[in-house]
């Protein structure tokens, strides 16, 4: 699974790496420690033009009676996003790409002792692009309030470094998949055999001190290696 994450990067420094066409968004606060329920850059394609905005992390149904209906999955499985009746439309129609500057997983260490956390990134710095899919919400009796777009993380399998680590991990596009994930399809399985075939991707894990398990703290502080039993 994806429960945690770092977004570190600026509007344009995504708006450059992703090739932008409009930024629609206000910088968000850098963050080292992302969270469930909390806005998220990201890319969306609107009639061939990719824009760079903002959802919200937890997928809101579109059955769903208020804000607080649940459940609100942050994740999609790979597996039963095409076929499931609550990520299904989302998938065909409203992909996207989530930016990452990195991730954090932890690793079950056996009874009795205490799971440990892993930072994963790129080994050059370079964001991560997770493979998201949204949805839009608003409420059945006000047909002129705002919509809520909110976002889920699609997973796939471990691979390459994260297989010691966790047997979950984000489906985590090459630049060569942007634009199909991006662009609505009708083309399922072609997509996702496509997924299938990717090679893993090449991500340095450094383990961390367990001062990232709690999501009130956040800062660089996080990121220096260390073990739960230091």
Same mark, same amino acid.
């Given at each position: 699974m994806c429960g945690r994450f770092l977004s570190l990067s600026s509007p344009q420094d995504l708006a450059e790496r992703f090739e932008?066409?409009?930024?629609?968004?206000?910088p968000l606060a850098v963050r080292h420690n992302v969270a469930p329920s909390t806005a998220l850059y990201a890319i969306i394609d609107h009639e061939e033009q990719r824009r760079l905005g903002t959802l919200r992390w937890g997928f809101l149904a579109p059955w769903a009676t208020d804000l607080r209906h %649940?459940?609100?999955? /942050?994740?999609?499985?790979?597996?039963t996003v095409a076929s499931s009746r609550m990520f299904r439309p989302a998938f065909e129609r409203r992909r996207c790409l989530l930016p990452a500057d990195g991730f954090y997983e932890w690793q079950d260490r056996g009874e009795g002792r205490r799971k440990q956390p892993f930072h994963l990134a790129d080994p050059d710095g370079a964001p991560l692009a997770f493979a998201g899919i949204?949805?839009?919400?608003?409420?059945?009796d006000d047909a002129d309030a705002d919509p809520v777009a909110s976002t889920a993380?699609?997973?796939?399998?471990?691979?390459?470094?994260?297989?010691?680590?966790?047997? %979950?991990?984000?489906? /985590?596009?090459?630049?060569?998949?942007?634009?199909?994930?991006?662009?609505?399809?009708d083309d399922a399985p072609h997509l996702l055999e496509a997924i299938r075939s990717m090679s893993p991707p090449a991500l340095r894990a450094t383990p961390i001190t367990d001062r990232v398990n709690s999501v009130r703290n956040d800062g660089p502080e996080l990121l220096e290696p260390g073990t739960v039993d230091d």
């Open positions: 932008v066409d409009e930024i629609r968004t206000e %649940r459940p609100q999955p /942050i994740n999609a499985r790979v597996e949204y949805t839009t919400w608003r409420p059945e993380i699609v997973t796939t399998e471990a691979a390459g470094a994260m297989r010691d680590i966790h047997h %979950r991990m984000p489906v /985590i596009l090459p630049p060569t998949l942007w634009h199909d994930w991006l662009r609505p399809t």
